[in-house]
Antibody
Framework: QVQLVESGGGLVKPGGSLRLSCAASGFTFSDYYMSWIRQTPGKGLEWVSYMSSSGSRIFYADSVKGRFTISRDNAKNSLYLQMNSLRAEDTAVYYCARDTESHSDYWGQGTLVTVSS | QSALTQPASVSGSPGQSITISCTGTSSDVGSYNVVSWYQQYPGKAPKLIIY???KRPSGVSNRFSGSKSGNTASLTISGLQAEDEADYHCCSYVGSRVFGGGTKLTVL
């Protein structure tokens, strides 16, 4: 069965950096677009970034453009999110999700990122 | 892109039907049939329950149905059950992806 397991979250000071990882299993990872989506405490969901199966197409939300970098290693069945210049408003649970042409069909359990001094 | 608009909360009694709306614009919800809906329990990951406006993934109850009219998509839950109490999020997949603010469903 499809499994997505995020890791790398934690407490970081404003201006700091963090790298999130998502380990995928149960499907052919290299066939799928993948996304990072976040959810602030008690709030709605916000799409952060997605990457095509080959890595050739990448999109970012305006709120993270220039600060976050998405990447993937198809040989390791892994998706990454490098987060730099973190701000308090980046505090959220970060989910990785498998994408199709029209929706995200499987989501991981999420990893919490807290940006605070 | 601005977030899609959902009611903050809806409620219904067991056995009733409820509808949650998701309003966007002609550039997102109104343009293509790429609206999806997710169910989320507290502390859990969202789960896909409707995709491409009205399609149900395998294993999702047929009590859940989706539709669209103009710039507004809707999720209807019929025969409301206690286990349906959760948050529901809509999403449009046009270009970048945009979500609604989420709706909390309370089963009275």
């Amino acid at each position: 069965q499809v499994q997505l397991v995020e890791s790398g979250g934690g407490l970081v000071k404003p201006g700091g950096s963090l790298r999130l990882s998502c380990a995928a299993s149960g499907f052919t990872f290299s066939d799928y677009y993948m996304s990072w989506i976040r959810q602030t405490p008690g709030k709605g969901l916000e799409w952060v970034s997605y990457m095509s199966s080959s890595g050739s197409r990448i999109f970012y939300a305006d709120s993270v453009k220039g600060r976050f970098t998405i990447s993937r290693d198809n040989a390791k069945n892994s998706l990454y999110l490098q987060m730099n210049s973190l701000r308090a408003e980046d505090t959220a649970v970060y989910y990785c999700a498998r994408d199709t042409e029209s929706h995200s069909d499987y989501w991981g359990q999420g990893t919490l990122v807290t940006v605070s001094s | 892109q601005s977030a899609l608009t959902q009611p903050a909360s809806v409620s219904g009694s067991p056995g009733q039907s409820i509808t949650i709306s998701c309003t966007g614009t002609s550039s997102d919800v109104g343009s293509y049939n790429v609206v999806s809906w997710y169910q989320q329990y507290p502390g859990k990951a969202p789960k896909l329950i409707i995709y491409e406006v009205s399609k149900r993934p395998s294993g999702v109850s047929n009590r859940f149905s989706g539709s669209k009219s103009g710039n507004t998509a809707s999720l209807t839950i019929s025969g409301l059950q206690a286990e349906d109490e959760a948050d529901y999020h809509c999403c449009s997949y046009v270009g970048s992806r945009v979500f609604g603010g989420g709706t909390k469903l309370t089963v009275l």
